[in-house]
């Protein structure tokens, strides 16, 4: 077993410890702790074999100290990280948005990280003989994408409610893929993509704030809309309208920044616009990509007029593409009494 524990990293797969725990107490003849359950049966071979109790002794602690080992140093056998998806999404969900879940027996889990952080539902949809309902999600997706601006699909598990992922491909039939990220996972696989249903082209005539910056790399920027006025310790979307002169084989990022009068930063997000599914390289030449990024503002920020500014780079090096542009003016005020 230990052997096969050092192979392999099992040991946080619940089926696997299930499994394990099975064959220690169907083994010794004991439900206890299999470390338990071992030294017991070290004690009773010294009663009876006192010469064959200490190589026993010897592949217990040497399985016990690769065992140890394996946990607090080897990767591969780490927890899977809850924590980092639902602060991922923490961080980037706004009102408008949905999720949906890879399947239903993951919505426990689900709720325990993300509380009721966004609204949202499970698919793919069961019948009572566990049989797939391929037109009742066709109609689930379709209304998601109707009724919400973002749609996000969180992959929690191997898939086995799922396994051709068929709901995945749903979400890409009938939308627009624009951003994934993975999180570690030992026992599970998990996934957050970000959907959209459409690509967000827009018109001129949508920008609140027109422009006409050119940066290197074919890189147009139209315009930005953002809030006149933002509170201390809250995010705000600003919308940057881009455009390629022509196509370009990477994707660029861009830094958002609202800086004071000295040039301190009291507000930054960086990012591939739109998402890394979605970045430059994917762009059609001449046509507008709105661009909503979020932006989050210093809990200490002192009210005041701060500068919007902007500075698009490569996302590989990390050169910029040409000056940072200051795009105009945002206020900072506290949020009125309640």
């Known amino acids: ?25 169907a083994t010794f003849g004991s439900s206890a702790p299999m470390p338990t359950t071992c030294c017991a049966g070290i004690v009773a071979l010294a009663r009876r074999w006192k010469i064959l109790a200490v190589p026993a002794l010897g592949v217990f602690l040497i399985g016990a100290g690769l065992s140890l080992h394996n946990w607090y140093f080897d990767p591969r056998y780490g927890k899977d990280d809850h924590r980092a998806w639902a602060e991922f999404l923490r961080a980037r969900v706004r009102p408008g948005d949905f999720l949906i879940l890879d399947s239903p027996h993951t919505e426990a889990l689900y709720h325990y990280y993300a509380d009721d952080l966004v609204p949202m539902t499970t698919l793919p949809i069961l019948r009572a003989d566990h049989a797939a309902s391929p037109a009742q999600d066709l109609a689930a997706v379709r209304d998601a994408y109707q009724r919400n601006a973002r749609v996000w699909f969180l992959v929690m598990d191997t898939p086995f409610d799922d396994p051709q992922g068929r709901i995945d491909q749903l979400l890409n039939q009938q939308g627009a893929l624009i951003d994934q ?26 920008i609140q704030h027109p422009l006409e910056m050119a940066f290197a790399g074919h890189l147009q920027l139209r315009g930005y809309t953002a809030p006149a006025s933002v509170a201390p310790g809250t995010r705000s979307t600003v919308t940057l309208y881009w455009e390629l002169d022509e196509p370009v084989g990477e994707d660029y990022a861009v830094s958002l920044r ?3 009068a000295a040039g301190a930063r009291v507000g930054q997000w960086d990012t591939i616009p739109l998402g890394n599914r979605a970045g430059s390289s994917t762009w059609q030449p001449r046509r507008i990509i709105a661009d909503a990024q979020d932006i989050s503002i210093d809990a200490t ?7 919007l500014q902007v500075v698009p780079y490569h996302s590989a090096t990390g050169a910029a593409l040409g000056d940072v542009a200051t795009l105009g003016e945002i ?7 309640p």
Request: glycine letters at 2%; one cysteine or more.
């Open 1 to 25: 077993m230990f052997i096969c524990v050092r192979q392999c990293p099992i040991p946080h797969d619940q089926r696997a410890l299930i499994f394990t725990h099975s064959t220690a107490a």
């Open 301 to 307: 920020t002192p009210p005041g007029a701060y500068r």
């Open 331 to 337: 206020r900072c005020e506290p949020r009125p009494a």
């Open 258 to 260: 609202l800086v004071d």
């Open 181 to 206: 990220t993975k999180f570690r996972g030992t026992s599970t696989e998990i996934t957050l993509s970000l959907f959209m249903p459409a690509f967000p082209f827009a018109q001129a005539s949508d």
